[in-house]
């Protein structure tokens, strides 16, 4: 059983920064992808940022240029440094993983920006 947890998150002004960690209770080297996604209140939970096994990472539109994934093998993370945040970009943002065809979640971390 995969654990993740999530830590980072905060209250930040708009133009502001965050990085947000996803500790695995496992070597993440035996991962397949890893991620975050992020659900604000009302709204439909969204992909935000996936990274695979080889590296490669895919973005959200709206993020794009301001995001940046990453996974870190030896420290069993994946991080999400977050960049000129946007009051839209609040919400709950959760990491995943996925493992022999199973999915885990963490538990989530909040992140809200004021304007």
């Known amino acids: 059983q995969v654990q993740l947890v999530e830590s980072g998150g905060g209250l930040v002004q708009a133009g502001g920064s965050l990085r947000l960690s996803c500790a695995a209770s496992?070597?993440?080297?035996?991962?397949?992808?890893m991620g975050w996604y992020r659900q604000a209140p009302g709204k439909q939970r969204e992909m935000v940022a996936i990274?695979?096994?080889?590296?490669?990472?895919n973005y959200v539109d709206s993020v794009k240029g301001r995001f940046t994934i990453s996974r870190d093998n030896a420290e069993n993370t994946v991080y999400l440094e977050m960049n000129s945040l946007k009051p839209e970009d609040t919400g709950v943002y959760s990491c995943?993983?996925?493992?022999?065809?199973?999915?885990?979640w963490g538990q989530g971390t909040q992140v809200t920006v004021s304007s």
């Open positions: 995943y993983t996925v493992k022999a065809f199973r999915t885990y």
């Open positions: 496992e070597s993440v080297s035996s991962f397949n992808d």
């Open positions: 990274i695979t096994s080889r590296g490669h990472t």
